[in-house]
């Protein structure tokens, strides 16, 4: 009973201490709130810095702090001016009344020429520098003036000096002050700005020389948690510069504090180097810095009490909360905070472009479907029924409107009367206008009007074609649309996929393959991996010059295929064009099988100018299109003809159509852009690189044929040629090839070509039989060679062979293996 009594109790007090922490937690973020709140959103930071700059000198004398910050204050945000000059009052009270009188008379001068002259500025923030400039000299001067009742050089070089103090503060106070406001920035801090930040705060901490606790000085501590802050925050760099800017500062404000700006020069570089630490590297670096600085720079100097400075600096950093400096570190470039809020900012606006290409596809695809749907309200058997009721109302109108037994014959015989003239209709329809003789004699017998009746049905028949060919002809466009407005929404579908698939992190595998390359004797410079899916990879290099050496080629793709496990080639590569630059290059995954296509044409009677076209088209899926074109007639009204019917194709295609919607936009642009009879013929071969499987899309194109050893096969589709009709059905043949294979496509003026022949099948396949080569441009040199020599030397039209052979894609270069380093990469 008691283990159960503990085992019950012991929950119990894990429950309360997490709920204790939460407190603390949520006690702690309200806190932070509150004085987010407090400082920064109601101003009364500005007090607080006011008061600071009031008390803040330069060369222990000179107080030039105090109007650029009421100046830039007034201008930024000028409901909380007020609390900014009465900060300055109070600050520059704690020093002497006369500097208080003298910065809220300055402070007033200022208001009052400013107000005066606002409504003659354009630019009030290029102004407000050169404003600062003159109150001062003038103030100044005018101050020495009242005091001594005379104007010596002396005072006037002072007030110069200040004034230009001024001028430069307010430049930075304005950059600077927008930085303390409560609005979320997502930019990046520029380095004039971060410089300005720190200004602003070394110039702030000016107001607290004199200041000690237990002798330890305020100034010292602060200016050494500074420095302590931005070395941890981003590194050696930026660590430095605050020493310097803030020491220099400091030095200006007192001549004896000249010491420390080495001090914290040297703590700021050195934290910074130490950062990889955390906060205790980064402290170590301060404390070695002290030391140093301590027993060889300043040789008057209490070490003891520099230590005890120090040290309160590195317990107040140490006391900083997380949260303090990784939202500093979010708006400074080059630490992990920035990137991972700038790789954030990027996931974002790629979720919101990819739902807008998503709300795209879907508007596309209603589109498609209202298209598709709009024919399925009603049924075909209705529509048919309804067309008979109108036609034969259109007839009796116009015949038996006015006939004196219209009452017997639909009144009273109504079934019979719509009957004949239904079969009436049917006969003139099916038999070229001919009525049958007993139909015509029954029709006689039944109606006084019968031959006006059948006439003016022949004649209303007429319309009704007409206009059931329109319809016909609608329907086909509707439809034709409603694919093509359905291929792009998937093309757009699969492109907002593309978009959500997360670019990954592959830091670690580029320093993999970098140290096994390097390791290898290959310099590399830099290794960018995009992609490392099987069979996708996309790798992109900077090395040193090579000087056409093919150091790629030849050693680092057959390592990476080593170290990836697959073979990996050459994709795209910029060498450099000098010796001291950095040649780029592009690695990628090796197709399973490649193509090389060679072409043998002529044109019609020997010309330069051919009715045929031919394209080769590497689609980045991974396809290999090949493509015959031929335009009717000759000449270069079909060379336009054909050319302009591959390109929109190639165009169609490449943006990531289905290819039997690319062929249908293709056939609907040729057939809907004129009404001249100008049609061309598509022969369409796309193979699957890396299955070697082959899609044949023929367009009333000839045959093709495919060799495999001695065995020759035919494929065939039949297809209207482009252009003629607006819809039709793409027949597709799939054959499976292997390597070694070759694809023969022709245009007609080749496979009607040979004379005397009556089945050109037969030899045409008798002729690539009988062929002993497999090298791609043999075979259609000897193929156009034996059509012509059939035809006693002349090219009776215009001709245009395509042999492509598939083979294995086997690299030049085998993998280099890389000892303990395989499959690092993975």
Sequence with gaps: MQKVGRSMTEPLGEVQLNRSKMDIGQAFINFQLWLETFFLKKGYILLFIGFLLGRALILAKLTPFTLPFFAAVYLLRKDRAPLALVGLTAGAA?????????????????????????????????????YVFAILLVGKIAEGF??????????????????????????????GLPLLSINKRRQSLKTEE?????????????????????????????????????????????????????????????????????????????????????????????????LLMGMYGEGNGNLMITLYETGAAIFIFLVTPISLTSKLAKHIPGTPEYAAEQQHYMRKMRDVTAQRVSQFSNVFQALSKS??????????????????????????????????????????NFNTTYDYMKDIMTEIDSSDGIVSPKLSREWEKHCTRSKKVTETIQQEL???????????????????????????????????????????????????????????????????????????????????????????????????????GETILVGKEECAAYSTGFCHVTFRSAKAYAVETSVAHAAKDGGFISGDSHSTIELGSGKYAIAISDGMGNGERAHIESQETLELLQKILQSGIEERVAIKSVNSILSLRTTDEIFSTLDLAMIDL????????????????????????????????MGIIQEFDVDVVSEQLKAGDLLIMMSD??????????????????????????????????????????????????????????????????????????????
């Excluded at 570089?269 to 810095?289: N, T």
């Excluded at 997360?502 to 410079?525: D, P, Y």
């Design 146 to 175: 009242i005091l001594t009742n005379t104007v010596t050089l002396y005072n006037g070089m002072m007030a110069g000096v200040e004034a230009s103090l001024g001028f430069i503060l307010t430049m930075i106070f304005l950059q």
């Design 194 to 290: 971060i410089v300005c930040l720190i200004i602003i705060l070394a110039s702030v901490m000016t107001g607290t020389i004199g200041w000690t606790i237990y002798d330890l000085s305020i100034e010292h501590i602060m200016s050494r948690y500074l420095v302590l802050l931005f070395a941890f925050v981003a590194g050696a760099t930026v660590g430095s510069t605050v020493g310097v800017v803030t020491g220099l500062i400091f030095s200006l404000a007192n001549i004896s504090s000249f010491f420390h700006m080495s001090l914290l020069a040297f703590a700021g570089l050195l934290g910074g180097l130490l950062k990889e630490g955390r906060k205790l590297g980064v402290s170590l670096g301060l404390l070695i810095a002290t």
């Design 371 to 412: 298209f598709s749907n709009y024919d399925a309200t009603s049924s075909r058997d209705d529509d048919e029924d309804r067309e008979i009721d109108y036609f034969l109302s259109n007839v009796t109108e116009k015949t038996c409107q006015t006939c004196f037994k219209k009452e017997h014959c639909w009144a009273r």
């Design 749 to 826: 003026g080749v496979f009607e070509g040979p004379k005397h022949v009556e089945n050109f099948d037969l030899w045409m396949k008798r002729k690539i039989t009988e062929l002993k080569t497999s090298d791609p441009q043999e075979v259609a040199d000897l193929i156009m060679e034996e059509v012509i020599r059939s035809r006693s030397g002349r090219i009776e039209d215009d001709m245009t062979v395509v042999v492509s052979k598939v083979t294995h894609n086997t690299p030049k270069w085998s993998s280099i293996p890389m000892q303990n380093m395989r499959k690092k990469a993975n």
């Design 462 to 564: 007429t319309y009704l074609k007409a206009n059931q060919k329109l319809k016909k002809q609608v329907h086909e466009s509707r439809r034709l649309v409603a694919d093509q407005l359905l291929g792009v929404s998937e093309v757009m579908g699969d492109f907002a996929k593309e978009i959500q698939r997360e670019r990954e992190n592959h830091h670690k595998q580029e320093e993999q393959i970098l140290e096994a390359l390097q390791e290898f004797g290959v310099e590399i410079e830099q290794v960018d991996i995009y992609s490392l899916e099987q069979g996708n990879v996309d790798i992109d290099m900077a090395i040193p010059y090579c000087n056409g050496h093919g150091e790629c080629e030849k050693l680092i793709a057959p390592m990476l295929s080593d170290i990836l």
């Design 94 to 130: 704690t020093l002497s009344v006369q500097n208080a009188a003298s910065a809220f008379s300055i402070s007033f001068l200022f208001l009052f020429v400013f107000r005066i002259s606002k409504k003659w500025l354009s630019n009030e923030m290029k102004a407000l520098p050169f």
């Design 690 to 721: 890396q299955n070697a499987e082959v899609k044949f899309l023929k367009i009333g194109s000839t045959p093709s044929f495919v060799k495999r050893g001695s065995k020759v096969m035919k494929i065939q589709a039949s297809n209207l040629p």
